[in-house]
C-alpha cells in the first residue's frame, strides 16, 4: 500500500513550457486535491476533484488545468509555465463516509522551478 | 474569509521541555480542525482531528484542544524528543459535503536541541 505518490519529484522548466504532474493514489478514495505551498503563504487549494470524470476549482485555479479520467489518478497540467508557478506541490486524497470528507492523506510533493 | 494564523512561526526547545503550538481562526464556523506534521521535503501528515463538537484530542504525547467560540486551537507536546522537530501545520474545514475545504496556517517549525 503505497498511499499517495507523486511524479515527478523535482523539476526545472523554462518559462512557457508545458508540463504534467501525476498523483496516484492506491486507497480508492473518491476525493482528490491539488494544492501549492509557498513560503509564507501556507497550502492553497488550486483544484479538487470529488469523483472519476469530475473537478472543479479551487482558491488558486489560474494557469492550470487538472484530470480526473482514472479514479486513483489526478492530472496537474501547466500549459505554459511562469515563473509565478515556481512552488512546491502537494497531492491529497480522502474517503467520504457517510458524506462526510475524513481526513486528507497527502504525497511527498513535487518541486517546480521555472526559470 | 477564513484565514488561520500560527504563532510562534518558530521555535526551539531544549529536549524534555513541555510546549505550546498556537493556532488561531477568524471564522468560528468550522467543522474540525486538523494539526499536521511536516518534515522537511516531505508532505503532510495528519497527527489529530478535532471535530468541532470536541473540545480535544489525545495521541501519546501529543494533545490538541479547541475553543471554538474564540477561534483558536493549541497543540501540546510533552516531554519534547529531536524527533520532534518538524514543522507543525494546523488547518480548519468549513463547510460539508462536496463543498467543504480545508484553510491551512502556515506553520510553526519546531527544533527540539540536545
Known amino acids: 500500500n503505497a498511499g499517495v505518490t507523486q511524479t515527478p519529484k523535482f523539476r526545472v522548466l523554462k518559462t512557457g513550457q508545458s508540463m504534467t504532474l501525476l498523483c496516484a493514489q492506491d486507497m480508492n478514495h473518491e476525493y482528490m486535491y491539488w494544492y501549492r505551498q509557498d513560503p509564507g503563504m501556507g497550502l492553497r487549494l488550486i483544484h479538487y476533484?470529488?469523483?472519476?470524470?469530475?473537478?472543479a476549482k479551487g482558491e488558486v485555479p489560474d494557469g492550470y488545468n487538472v484530470s480526473r479520467l482514472k479514479k486513483q489518478n489526478f492530472l496537474l497540467g501547466l500549459e505554459s509555465a511562469a515563473p509565478s508557478q515556481t512552488s512546491v506541490y502537494f497531492c491529497?486524497?480522502?474517503?467520504?463516509?457517510?458524506?462526510?470528507?475524513?481526513?486528507?492523506?497527502f504525497g511527498p510533493g513535487t518541486r517546480l522551478l521555472v526559470l | 474569509k477564513q484565514e488561520v494564523t500560527q504563532i510562534p512561526a518558530a521555535l526551539s526547545v531544549p529536549e524534555g521541555e513541555n510546549l505550546v503550538l498556537n493556532c488561531s481562526f477568524t471564522d468560528s464556523a468550522i467543522y474540525n480542525l486538523q494539526w499536521f506534521r511536516q518534515d522537511p521535503g516531505k508532505g503532510l501528515t495528519s497527527l489529530l482531528l478535532i471535530q468541532s463538537s470536541q473540545r480535544e484530542q489525545t495521541s501519546g504525547r501529543l494533545n490538541a484542544s479547541l475553543d471554538k467560540s474564540s477561534g483558536r486551537s493549541t497543540l501540546y507536546i510533552a516531554a519534547s524528543q529531536p524527533g520532534d522537530s518538524a514543522t507543525y501545520l494546523c488547518?480548519?474545514?468549513?463547510?460539508?459535503?462536496?463543498?467543504?475545504?480545508?484553510?491551512f496556517g502556515t506553520g510553526t517549525r519546531l527544533q527540539v536541541t540536545l
Open positions: 491529497a486524497s480522502s474517503y467520504s463516509l457517510a458524506g462526510v470528507q475524513e481526513t486528507q492523506y
Open positions: 488547518a480548519v474545514k468549513v463547510g460539508t459535503g462536496t463543498a467543504s475545504k480545508l484553510t
Open positions: 476533484s470529488v469523483g472519476e470524470g469530475t473537478t
